[in-house]
């Protein structure tokens, strides 16, 4: 039959029989023996054409099936000659449901084995990353030699979602992908900038030949370190060295805590002064220039922590190593009376001058910041001191200097500086080289030049940028730097007496009575002082404690207890007054056999800790662990959110990793 004909009738049988029964029924009543034939082949009719469509449901039902067949053993197909090792195991312990042979094959077995968990198979193997969502194992899974990148995902059984779960895994070799990524890795250029810190004092009055000498088993010591590391290694300008190495090197280097620091120190001058080293290493950059600009600013922070330091700059942070030896006093006239030139320039060409140092500013700070308002006074520039009028160490010298008639209306608020300056402002920091240290972080961004003079180590992060910088690790302390200053710029006459004490009481807080961190020029500078009118017994009185800070101090150092025989640590339960724990540690340092000391207190939002040191231990290096700073002999922290027991763990911890490097 024509399909078009056929799809024209089929849709109306129904009204054909329809039709014809009509005919039968008006039939009857003519012809009855007619109407009883047209009724046995309108039953004839209906009959065949039911019997015709049950036999196109069957065929197509049998069509159906055969297709669904077909699907499902291709699908089985594609499972099992899956290109990738694949494997699916319950999530509740792990055992393998199913895995094509080329899962297994990892494993060197010959046939699939569902009696196995992916423990058994693979004993660090985890689920943990299916379950927290993720569709990628977070590591590379290395296993007979080859490494695998897994991925993965979750799946219910039963179709009503109400079964167990199943994780499905899929394995892909990236073995030779992996060995060139860390091939490219390792041989990443690392660039290494090396000097000398101390050399024209090793050499000095010696002889040509004894300098050639002491430089050839200097050089001897750095040829055995780089020998077999497949690098550049040449001698530049001013005793200083080149290094260019692979990175594959550096974990060895590291590891050692680069021990040619401990060689170079075993050479020794005849005057017996000991050869130390400042390295600065720049890796992680785009090229050998970038390289070359981070080792040198790695070497410039080794040179202004003090030098016997290797320092590491990678693209977003620094790591430190070393630093055992005491800072070289390197500082010459010649720089103090450039850099008080160059000071008086932008002092002279700027509209006011602000001078801040760092939170609760003590007696060093306001002491420099009394000199270079004096420079500011003899040049002729509005000059103001940025204090918390509460928040201070210093509030008898601060009462002290408003006395003056110079000074009324010298301090001001952070809040009230920071509204007065303008774009011709120059903002000095002094005795702090941190910007989130400093009184006012808001006025330092504010300012567009900056003037940095301080004597602390410079740590990781510190203010960059500066107009001009005065940073001297050497020396005892900020006001030593600003009477520097003074001396190449001011006449005697020119310095108050009430400046040159606040000034000498900053030397003298941080020297500790001229005990620790002194040198030539702490003393001309304190004699310079004495010449222009500072008293010492008002200097005494200013370092005076009242009798229930006094109390409080000798409370603290009941509670101390040795660590390690050479190590003082008190830990009073108490909030306690930040000069009295400060002051409580310098007093710990008066027992004998005591190198170190520190003091620990809960303060509102955590705990605090005072440093200080008067032997070998450096405690800039153990606080610099716990997130803080300073400088060798003193140095503090604050550490957030955590209690006093577990500070105490964390110090005892620092200083065990710091002892095992010594």
């Known amino acids: 039959m024509n399909k078009k004909l056929k799809k024209l009738i089929e849709p109306s049988l129904r009204l054909y029989l329809a039709v014809l029964l009509a005919f039968a029924v008006a039939t009857l009543f003519f012809n009855r023996t007619l109407a009883i034939v047209e009724a046995c082949l309108i039953v004839v009719l209906a009959v ?17 099936d055969s297709v669904t067949y077909n699907a499902e053993s291709a699908k089985d197909n594609t499972l099992m000659n899956f290109p990738l090792p694949m494997a699916v195991f319950r999530l509740s312990d792990g055992q393998v449901i199913w895995g094509n042979e080329d899962f297994f094959s990892i494993f060197e077995k010959r046939s699939t084995r569902f009696e196995v968990s992916m423990s058994e198979l693979i004993p660090n193997f985890t689920a943990k990353w299916l379950t927290e969502g993720h569709n990628q194992y977070p590591e590379l899974m290395e296993l ?11 799946v219910r059984t039963g179709s009503d979602g109400s079964g167990s779960f199943m994780g499905i895994t899929y394995w892909l070799d990236v073995t030779d992908y992996e060995n060139v990524r860390l091939e490219f890795q390792a041989s990443r250029p690392v660039v290494c900038i090396i ?45 200083r060295y080149i290094f260019i190495f692979e990175e594959r090197y550096l974990a060895e280097m590291t590891a050692k805590k680069f021990d040619v620091m401990d060689h170079v120190r075993q050479i020794i001058s005849p005057a017996g002064v000991h050869a130390t080293l400042s390295i600065g290493i720049g890796r992680e950059g785009s090229g050998f220039e970038e390289n070359y600009a981070f080792a040198s600013l790695a070497f410039q922070m080794a040179l202004s922590r003090g030098g016997d330091q290797t320092v590491i700059k990678k693209r977003y942070n620094f790591e430190f190593f070393g630093g055992k030896s005491s800072a070289v006093e390197t500082r010459t006239k010649v720089k103090a009376r450039v850099t008080a030139h160059t000071l008086s320039r932008l002092v002279e060409d700027s509209s006011c001058v602000y001078v801040m140092g760092h939170r609760f500013g003590d007696l060093d700070t ?79 961004e504010a300012c567009n030049r900056v003037v940095v003079i301080d004597h602390h180590r410079r740590a990781a992060s510190y203010i960059q940028n500066a107009a001009l910088e005065f940073h001297e690790t050497s020396a005892s302390s900020a006001s030593e730097l600003t009477t520097e200053l003074i001396i190449e710029l001011l006449d005697a006459g ?80 108490a909030p306690q007054d930040r000069i009295v724990a400060a002051q409580a ?11 170190a000391s520190f003091v620990a207190y809960p303060t509102a939002d955590g705990v605090s800790i005072s440093a200080r040191s008067i032997g070998d231990v450096n405690v800039q290096v153990i606080m610099e662990t716990l997130g803080g700073g300073g400088n060798r002999g003193a140095a503090a922290v604050q550490l957030h959110d955590v ?20």
């Open 48 to 64: 065949y054409s039911i019997i015709r469509l049950r036999r196109r449901q069957e065929k197509l039902l049998s069509y159906i």
């Open 144 to 154: 007979g030699g080859r490494k695998y990148q897994v991925h993965g995902n979750l």
């Open 195 to 239: 000097a000398v810190d101390n050399f024209e004092e090793l050499a000095k009055n010696l002889s040509n030949r004894m300098r050639d000498d002491l430089r050839a088993d200097i050089e001897d010591k750095l040829s055995q370190w780089v020998e077999g590391k497949d690098g550049f290694f040449c001698r530049g300008e001013r005793d």
């Open 366 to 444: 306001v002491g420099s910041a009394a000199g270079i308002c004096c420079i500011a006074r003899s040049i002729g520039t509005p000059v103001h001191i940025v204090i918390d009028p509460i928040q201070n160490a210093s509030r008898k010298l601060i009462e002290l200097l408003r006395t003056a008639p110079e000074y009324r209306g010298v301090f001001l608020t952070p809040k009230d500086a920071l509204m007065q300056a303008d774009s011709r402002s120059l903002l000095i920091v002094v005795d702090t080289n941190r910007p989130e240290n400093v009184e006012s972080p808001e006025l330092l």
């Open 494 to 573: 020119s310095i108050l007496r009430v400046e040159a004490e606040a000034m000498l009481a900053g030397i003298v807080l941080d020297t500790k009575n001229f005990s620790i961190r002194t040198g030539e020029h702490t003393f001309d500078a304190a004699a310079f002082l004495r010449r222009v009118g500072a008293d010492t017994s008002e200097v005494k009185k200013l370092l005076q404690n009242d009798m229930a800070h006094t109390v409080a101090k000798y409370a603290i150092l009941q509670q101390a207890r040795l660590y390690r025989d050479r190590i003082a640590i008190s830990a009073p339960e």
């Open 585 to 595: 540690a310098d007093e710990l340092l008066n027992v004998a056999g005591v190198d």
């Open 643 to 662: 209690n006093l027991r577990d500070a105490i763990n964390r110090l005892l911890t620092s200083i065990d990793e710091y002892l095992a490097t010594v």
